[in-house]
């Protein structure tokens, strides 16, 4: 097909599609099993069954098997069956682990997907690009990154970085006629857009000629690097971790073993032991624990309302020491209302909230008709006409398609009676100049009902000041003379004291036959007037603001609005302290890099910004020493975001670039969900800390028992069965609930974690050995109490120091779930512990009691008395450290 080649006519007869309505749901579920997903094949995934069976590739676990094929030729047959089964069970529990982890990014990887805007049964509707079929139409504009090849029928200023497919780093113009051309290359293909592309400027709608591996990105898949599982940082060092652990817990086991032999056991059942001690000992389910705890936690903070694109970011959340925030839509509600407007010298109030075309307009307090102020009919129908949004009525409800400011403008026009059919019949667009971030406005060229042609401006009020010659007076111009800009600069600043947003409206007649440049439609204008509105503070971002600074971390606003405003939200939401500093961008431009680095820790709230602005922002507080979050929604943002060391992007207004620059989205564009992220973070690195902790506690604990008992030529108070069932019941679950523990009372009281600090830091080491070592301890005296009472009875004292292992080990988990004592947290709150931890009593109780498990696991009913002694001993090991903490605390 030489879509190129087609006119607009035959396009949607080929494509059986139609530009005033879209496809229908019905046609569309046909074209999807016909043409399949819009996406790309991705290669092979491994199979349940493999990734099953990787489970026992462990050397350990390997050699631990040929143990007991061993053992089972000897006749040991029982002890084999049962080794080999417990072996399966971890293999089972690990391989639900990691498919948990794997779905858990899938279901990651299918949120942050881009979404697109098609037109659906007449209406435009946000979908995810897969959903997308040939015939589809689909409009997109500045930001966003294309979801399928399409063929442009309509383009306003329209360039597209295509860098991806064709190596071309400039962005690309774009145009919707067609033109006749052979063998031409996709670079030169000016009216066609393609998926994976870019859009850098303007507008523009197409039809979706090509999706998935039909597109043009499919027929190059190859080319495209996919993306892999990258390890993050934590676990990279666990598995540094796990090598030294490994060596350590190798060499200790063979002392263990060494010493046994030389105390008079058979070399069999030492090397049995031994083998069950080192696979028991070897902490080789931390990376999968990891990654669970990992991605429970990104599930909590989805339904929290953050999706984190980059596991990374789960970490560096917890360490983050600035917030750097836009203001509008993530601290205010992003619902702007025009409350004043300004014009000859005069201001009118407006009342009226939100997007509801409910209001009337008055003037010093008294009630007037918009039909008998020129001035003011002006501004508020070219704030109507300068607009690409719309609003749409629901069920009563008005809900905003576009930008917000817009919407505002289009609401307060309604007000005055310039209704959408009002305003269709009397006016036509004939060109519009999309609004950019660089030059701060959006301008279009309009025809009246007569045939008449001017252009309507709408911007940041300092720019089309800059822009117009002459300023609008009883209906005629009037030169833009000193007395008029000062007149125009204190009706800025009555408006911006007022915490008001400010937008300048400003117009001027050209020719019919005129082909402007956008450069000379926005020169030698007519100023006419402003609009100030107000974008009322989120309700709950002053508490997270407040929340922020008690955890040591400093939020910046950064906004592109007047100084005043800036500085009167700022205020409002607790954010600017007394001698805090307020810089606007004509400062930023005329600071160095070195300069800015110097004051920047004193300046709390950045107005009158560009987008480059931000990237200088960010690299002066990371060369303080500070690790910075950075919020960011359009396509000039994501430099900034990407430098930052946590970019986070919008989810509602964000741009496809912003969000794959980002490493979290926010769901719902709120600073308090940025306020509850890095509290999850934190949490998150917290619960690996904790089972970090009990695990290795466990693991020294289970090696010194052994150890010390050899080193005492004492009989073996663990045979390799009791190791291995501790090592599954006492060790996987209670670690795997400790991962999902609520976050501790002063967690977003503490300062932020330095990057580099090691998983050992805060004393996490000595807890470690001195609780294994108390453990080890514990369970060996109980051992040689019970054996020493009655050296026949070696297996009673065997079942003695088991259960005294496995309830040290559990009681020990509480202990691990608060940095000070087990008495700060209140051991119900977590049921997940408690279920963990009460199923592994009771499958404990059950190997010891139950007959037909007695032989297997080497155990014997235990004499109700003897539990106080078991109780007694393995409680010491937790409350003999936590009572001297309090001691010295007192």
């Known amino acids: 097909m030489k879509w190129h080649e087609m006119g607009q006519t035959e396009l949607l007869n080929v494509t059986k599609t139609s530009i005033e309505k879209g496809l229908t749901e019905k046609e569309v579920k046909k074209r999807l099993e016909r043409h399949g997903a819009n996406e790309l094949l991705e290669g092979e995934k491994t199979s349940a069954l493999a990734l099953f069976f990787s489970q026992f590739?462990?050397?350990?676990?390997?050699?631990?098997?040929?143990?007991?094929?061993?053992?089972?030729?000897?006749?040991?047959?029982?002890?084999?069956?049962?080794?080999?089964?417990?072996?399966?069970?971890?293999?089972?529990?690990?391989?639900?682990?990691?498919?948990?982890?794997?779905?858990?990014?899938?279901?990651?990887?299918?949120?942050?997907?881009?979404?697109?805007?098609?037109?659906r049964d007449g209406s435009w509707v946000k979908i995810p690009s897969k959903e997308l079929v040939p015939g589809d139409v689909v409009r997109f504009s500045s930001g966003d990154r294309i979801g399928a090849d399409l063929r442009l029928i309509e383009t306003k200023s329209l360039e597209i970085e295509e860098s991806a497919l064709t190596g071309e780093s400039l962005p690309v113009s774009k145009q919707s006629e067609r033109f006749q051309a052979s063998d031409v290359s996709l670079g030169d293909l000016k009216n066609m857009a393609f998926m994976g592309t870019l859009v850098t400027r303007g507008s523009g709608i197409g039809i979706v000629i090509g999706t998935?591996?039909?597109?043009?990105?499919?027929?190059?898949?190859?080319?495209?690097?996919?993306?892999?599982?990258?390890?993050?940082?934590?676990?990279?060092?666990?598995?540094?971790?796990?090598?030294?652990?490994?060596?350590?817990?190798?060499?200790?086991?063979?002392?263990v073993v060494v010493a046994g032999v030389v105390r008079g056991h058979d070399l069999y059942s030492m090397f049995l032991a031994g083998v069950s001690l080192a696979v028991a000992a070897i902490p080789e389910g931390l990376p999968a624990i990891v990654t669970v705890a990992l991605s429970l936690g990104v599930q909590r903070m989805i339904r929290q309302k953050s999706i984190v694109r980059k596991l990374p970011a789960v970490e560096t959340l917890g360490c983050a020491s600035i917030i750097c925030s836009d203001k509008t839509g993530t601290m205010t509600q992003n619902k702007m209302t025009v409350t004043h407007v300004w014009s000859e010298g005069k201001t009118w109030n407006v009342s009226g909230i939100g997007y509801d075309p409910q209001g009337s307009f008055s003037m010093n307090g008294r009630d007037i008709q918009v039909k008998n102020h020129k001035s003011l009919q002006q501004v508020l129908l070219f704030g109507a006409l300068c607009n690409s949004s719309s609003i749409i009525e629901e069920d009563g409800e008005f809900r905003l398609d576009g930008d917000p400011t817009e919407g505002a403008l289009l609401t307060a026009a309604k007000k005055a009676g310039f209704t959408d059919r009002y305003v269709g019949e009397h006016f036509k667009i004939v060109e519009e100049f999309p609004f950019d971030s660089a030059r701060k406005m959006m301008s279009v060229v309009a025809e009246d009902a007569s045939g008449k042609r001017f252009v309507i401006a709408k911007g940041a009020p300092d720019v089309l000041m800059k822009r117009s010659s002459a300023v609008y007076k009883e209906g005629r111009r009037e030169p833009f003379s000193k007395e008029r800009l000062a007149e125009t600069n204190t009706a800025l600043e009555m408006l911006a004291s007022q915490a008001l947003r400010t937008i300048a409206v400003a117009y001027k007649p050209v020719k019919e036959s005129a082909n402007l440049s956008i450069e000379k439609a926005e020169s030698d204008l007519t100023f006419i007037g402003l609009m100030g509105m107000i974008d009322p503070p989120r309700p709950e971002v002053k508490q997270a603001i407040k929340e922020c600074r008690d955890a040591g971390i400093k939020t910046v606003m950064i906004t592109g609005d007047h100084v005043t405003t800036a500085q009167a939200i700022a205020k409002q939401l607790g954010l600017l302290p007394r001698g805090g500093k307020v810089m606007d961008g004509q400062t930023l431009n005329e600071l160095t890099q070195e300069e800015l680095t110097e004051i920047v820790e004193d300046v709390y709230v950045f107005a009158r910004v560009s987008p480059e602005h931000k990237l200088k922002i960010v690299t002066a507080y990371q060369e303080n020493g500070h690790v910075v979050a950075m919020t960011g929604d359009g396509v000039n943002d994501a430099p900034a975001i990407k430098q930052a060391d946590i970019g986070i992007a919008m989810g509602i207004t964000g741009t496809d670039v912003a969000k794959e620059a980002s490493s979290l989205i926010l769901v719902d564009d709120n600073f308090a969900t940025i306020k509850s992220a890095i509290k999850e973070g934190?949490?998150?690195?917290?619960?690996?800390?904790?089972?970090?902790?009990?695990?290795?506690?466990?693991?020294?604990?289970?090696?010194?028992?052994?150890?010390?008992?050899?080193?005492?030529?004492?009989?073996?108070?663990?045979?390799?069965?009791?190791?291995?069932?501790?090592?599954?019941?006492?060790?996987?679950?209670?670690?795997?609930?400790?991962?999902?523990?609520?976050?501790?009372?002063d967690v977003m009281r503490r300062k932020p974690r330095h990057p580099k600090e090691g998983v050992f830091a805060r004393g996490l080491g000595w807890k470690v050995v001195s609780r294994g070592f108390l453990i080890g301890a514990a369970t060996l005296a109980a051992f040689m109490f019970i054996y020493h009472r009655n050296p026949d009875a070696l297996a009673y004292a065997q079942t003695v120091a088991f259960a005294t292992l496995v309830l040290a080990q559990l009681i020990h988990v509480f202990d691990c779930r608060s940095e000070r004592s087990i008495f700060e947290r209140n051991p119900f709150e977590n049921v997940y512990l408690l279920g963990a931890v009460l199923s592994s009593i009771v499958l404990m109780l059950v190997v010891i009691y139950y007959p037909p498990l007695q032989p297997i696991f080497h155990t014997v009913p235990i004499l109700m008395a003897d539990w106080l002694l078991i109780i007694g001993m393995s409680a010491i090991p937790t409350f003999l450290l936590a009572g001297s903490l309090l001691t010295r605390k007192k």
């Open 682 to 745: 934190r949490n998150i690195y917290e619960n690996i800390r904790k089972f970090i902790r009990y695990l290795l506690a466990s693991n020294v604990g289970e090696i010194l028992v052994m150890l010390f008992a050899m080193m005492l030529a004492l009989p073996l108070p663990l045979v390799p069965i009791q190791i291995l069932w501790v090592n599954l019941v006492t060790d996987g679950l209670p670690a795997m609930a400790l991962g999902m523990d609520q976050p501790e009372g």
């Open 57 to 119: 590739k462990d050397f350990m676990v390997l050699v631990l098997l040929a143990a007991t094929l061993v053992s089972g030729f000897l006749g040991e047959y029982i002890d084999a069956i049962a080794i080999i089964a417990i072996i399966f069970v971890n293999g089972i529990l690990g391989f639900f682990q990691e498919r948990k982890a794997e779905k858990s990014l899938q279901a990651l990887k299918e949120l942050s997907a881009p979404q697109v805007t098609a037109l």
């Open 212 to 255: 998935g591996m039909n597109s043009a990105m499919g027929k190059i898949a190859d080319m495209l690097e996919s993306a892999g599982n990258a390890a993050t940082p934590l676990q990279r060092r666990l598995e540094e971790l796990g090598k030294i652990l490994i060596v350590a817990a190798l060499l200790l086991t063979l002392l």
